[in-house]
């Protein structure tokens, strides 16, 4: 069993910055694909970033490409999200979550087994 921590969220104006952490612990870190998600009130969950376990390989949804950025520091158990330059319709609950792989990187939220609790984000215009 893997247990993720997210936090980081808040309120910002746009074109702020705010960098999203989610802590995992249980089980080894090892192996495992980490993603980000969103989702915005009356809106299907997105995939916002996914990352790799070794990090070699990355995805980012075309609405955050250039001012998102996702990296992990295995050591620590932690994955963060670096979101610049937002924009009010990045406004949602942000949910970091993460699923064992031997090789692939999984892009639908369907493909994840662990979830975090959610972190909210708010952009104000």
């Known amino acids: 069993q893997v247990q993720l921590v997210e936090s980081g969220g808040g309120l910002v104006q746009a074109g702020g910055s705010l960098r999203l952490s989610c802590a995992a612990s249980?089980?080894?870190?090892?192996?495992?694909?980490m993603g980000w998600f969103r989702q915005a009130p009356g809106k299907e969950r997105e995939t916002v970033a996914v990352i790799s376990w070794r990090g070699a390989n990355i995805y980012y949804s075309d609405s955050v490409k250039g001012r998102f950025t996702v990296s992990r520091d295995n050591a620590k158990d932690t994955v963060y999200l670096q979101m610049n330059s937002l924009k009010p319709e990045d406004t949602a609950v942000y949910y970091c979550?993460?699923?064992?792989?031997?090789?692939?990187?999984?892009?639908?939220?369907?493909?994840?087994?662990?979830w975090g609790q959610g972190t909210r984000v708010t952009v104000s215009s």
């Open positions: 979550a993460g699923v064992w792989v031997l090789a692939g990187l999984p892009l639908s939220a369907d493909d994840y087994d662990y």
């Open positions: 249980g089980r080894t870190f090892s192996n495992y694909a």
